[in-house]
């Protein structure tokens, strides 16, 4: 990001019109030869290579140039770390997107997720459309006015790089260009949202539209799961009325004693199951079975001594999942153990592990993102069992403390192990290569920036960034959330 003074106003000159030039007044008629306006006007091919496109010297250009020129201060900006002085400002470097939109809510959304739908995979063309469901957080005195929000994003059009080209066709720059357009389902909350996840059911009819449901955990210690399949499809079919029934949740879970922020759905049980964890460190499964019953267990999975910050499912072993705590651990464990202990657990941070990822390509990786602002690599087969104490504390594989406020979510890209976004309270939101891997000449090169890691590949400024998300069918689409909007 490049960062400008405040633009002072001053006297402009007049524009032209309609792209006309300045005539000289006279006569058209009076016609005469055509003159060498640079006849004669230097005595040698030294003084012409000298001379600037104006006639005067290059050094005499220049300096006029840059007396003209805006004030921009060309060093990089880094926010989070730089600050911005009195009258400055700071704008993105549209070159750099191919797509960024903003949008702002009545009350910030502090979790979201994006939810899959039947527009194709691989999506590469503009405008694009994506449907996504977010939780409120309102006032306390106005706990009657959260929501939870089915949203459509459409006409999400690409950064136009080249307006001023005459061959493009205008047809097709202006469906490209539309305005974007938000379509909403609301759905009454009585409590703020904590977090929220979103899960698809297939249908055994494969032209019947999947049902989606969602689990939101609540500042009130409820989970509660609704069916937002009729609000998804009421987009696509105007005069649809969503009902008050429809806007109840199917079930409401009960079984936390405390709020809590971890939530994840097992992406290899198509009809539903759910972990939840609480600020009590207490950790509970639930099921839906037959009939859509919801039946959690009855005893809760223990072994961290603080609040459950963030919980994930295994992509690859269906009766596995992995929990990070403020105790500074990362606990594995194995929904089959009947004493309910974690099989793994590896202290990662001397503060608070706030998120993590499980990689779904490379799942033998998981990411860790910590109050300290630091985030970190694990290979999971480096890890040993909790009760074997011969063996050393293992290392993490990669470690970045560039962000310098805590991390608030870190999420693996979905098709590619080695890019990974992370978020955090600096107000930047980042995207890594972990693949890059430069000599010790190439990595001190870093444009005179200090203490930016080679594998940093861009930062994007939200400012009080909460969670952020790949979009699974557009590639190296972002989407984030924070105090101030989504984007």
Same mark, same amino acid.
């Given at each position: 990001?490049?960062? #400008?003074?405040?633009?002072?106003?001053?006297?402009?000159?007049?524009?032209?019109?309609?792209?006309?030039?300045?005539?000289?007044?006279?006569?058209?008629?009076?016609?005469?030869?055509?003159?060498?306006?640079?006849e004669d006007e230097f005595d040698s091919e030294e003084e012409i290579f000298e001379a600037g496109a104006d006639g005067r010297p290059d050094e005499e250009h220049e300096a006029e140039e840059s007396r003209d020129a805006m004030d921009l201060d060309q060093q990089t900006f880094i926010p989070g770390r730089?600050?911005?002085?009195?009258?400055?400002?700071?704008?993105? %470097?549209?070159?750099?997107?191919?797509?960024?939109?903003?949008?702002?809510?009545?009350?910030?959304?502090?979790?979201?997720?994006?939810?899959? %739908?039947?527009?194709?995979?691989? #999506?590469?063309?503009?405008?694009?459309?994506?449907?996504?469901?977010?939780?409120?957080?309102?006032?306390?005195?106005?706990?009657?006015?959260?929501?939870?929000?089915?949203?459509?994003?459409?006409?999400?059009?690409?950064?136009?790089? &080249?307006?001023?080209?005459?061959?493009?066709?205008?047809?097709?720059? %202006?469906?490209?260009?539309?305005?974007?357009?938000?379509?909403?389902?609301?759905?009454?909350?009585?409590?703020?949202?904590? #977090?929220?996840?979103?899960?698809?059911?297939?249908?055994?009819?494969?032209?019947?539209?999947?049902?989606?449901?969602?689990?939101?955990?609540?500042?009130?210690?409820?989970?509660?799961?609704?069916?937002?399949?009729?609000?998804?499809?009421?987009?696509?079919?105007?005069?649809?009325?969503?009902?008050?029934?429809?806007?109840?949740?199917?079930?409401?879970?009960?079984?936390?004693?405390?709020?809590?922020?971890?939530?994840?759905?097992?992406?290899?049980?198509?009809?539903?199951?759910?972990?939840?964890?609480?600020?009590?460190?207490?950790?509970?499964?639930?099921?839906?079975?037959?009939?859509?019953?919801?039946?959690?267990?009855?005893?809760?999975?223990?072994?961290?001594?603080?609040?459950?910050?963030?919980?994930?499912?295994?992509?690859?072993?269906?009766?596995?999942?992995?929990?990070?705590?403020?105790?500074?651990?990362?606990?594995?464990?194995?929904?089959?153990?009947?004493?309910?202990?974690?099989?793994?657990?590896?202290?990662?941070?001397?503060?608070?592990?706030?998120?993590?990822?499980?990689?779904?390509?490379?799942?033998?990786?998981?990411?860790?993102?910590?109050?300290?602002?630091?985030?970190?690599?694990? &290979?999971? #087969?480096?890890?040993?069992?909790?009760?074997?104490?011969?063996?050393?504390?293992?290392?993490?594989?990669?470690?970045?403390?560039?962000?310098?406020?805590?991390?608030?979510?870190?999420?693996?890209?979905?098709?590619?192990?080695?890019?990974?976004?992370?978020?955090?309270?600096?107000?930047t939101l980042t995207l890594w290569d972990l693949a890059v891997e430069l000599d010790d000449e190439e990595s001190r090169d870093s444009a005179g920036v200090a203490d930016v890691p080679p594998q940093l590949l861009f930062v994007h400024y939200i400012e009080l960034g909460k969670e952020c998300h790949w979009?699974?069918?557009?590639?190296?689409?972002?989407?984030?959330?924070?105090?101030?909007?989504?984007?």
């Open positions: 990001m490049g960062k #400008r003074a405040a633009e002072v106003s001053g006297d402009e000159p007049n524009a032209l019109k309609d792209g006309s030039r300045p005539v000289n007044s006279k006569s058209v008629d009076e016609v005469g030869d055509f003159e060498d306006e640079f730089d600050q911005l002085a009195a009258g400055e400002s700071l704008s993105p %470097d549209t070159s750099t997107y191919e797509m960024l939109h903003t949008l702002s809510t009545t009350w910030p959304c502090l979790s979201f997720d994006i939810l899959k %739908d039947s527009l194709g995979e691989n #999506r590469r063309t503009y405008p694009t459309t994506l449907y996504a469901v977010a939780g409120t957080q309102a006032e306390s005195k106005k706990a009657k006015d959260n929501q939870i929000m089915v949203m459509k994003l459409s006409g999400l059009s690409r950064i136009d790089q &080249d307006r001023d080209e005459e061959e493009e066709d205008e047809d097709e720059d %202006d469906e490209e260009n539309a305005e974007p357009v938000l379509e909403t389902k609301l759905i009454p909350l009585s409590s703020t949202t904590n #977090r929220i996840r979103a899960h698809q059911t297939p249908s055994a009819n494969a032209s019947k539209t999947p049902m989606t449901l969602t689990a939101t955990m609540t500042e009130a210690a409820q989970v509660l799961i609704h069916d937002i399949t009729p609000h998804l499809s009421s987009f696509d079919t105007p005069g649809t009325i969503i009902t008050p029934q429809q806007n109840n949740p199917m079930t409401t879970l009960q079984m936390h004693k405390a709020e809590g922020y971890a939530l994840d759905w097992s992406p290899l049980f198509p009809q539903g199951k759910l972990l939840t964890g609480d600020n009590n460190g207490e950790i509970f499964v639930s099921t839906c079975g037959d009939g859509g019953r919801w039946a959690s267990d009855s005893n809760c999975f223990a072994g961290h001594t603080s609040s459950v910050e963030d919980i994930q499912w295994s992509p690859s072993e269906r009766n596995v999942f992995a929990s990070a705590s403020s105790d500074g651990t990362v606990k594995v464990w194995d929904v089959r153990a009947k004493h309910h202990r974690p099989a793994l657990s590896v202290n990662v941070s001397d503060t608070d592990v706030n998120v993590m990822s499980w990689s779904r390509q490379t799942t033998h990786l998981l990411a860790t993102g910590s109050e300290d602002g630091q985030w970190a690599v694990w &290979d999971l #087969r480096q890890w040993k069992a909790t009760n074997s104490s011969s063996f050393p504390a293992p290392k993490s594989v990669a470690s970045f403390n560039f962000h310098k406020e805590q991390i608030t979510s870190i999420e693996w890209h979905p098709t590619d192990d080695s890019i990974v976004a992370v978020l955090a309270g600096d107000n979009h699974p069918q557009i590639p190296g689409c972002v989407m984030a959330t924070g105090g101030g909007g989504f984007g």
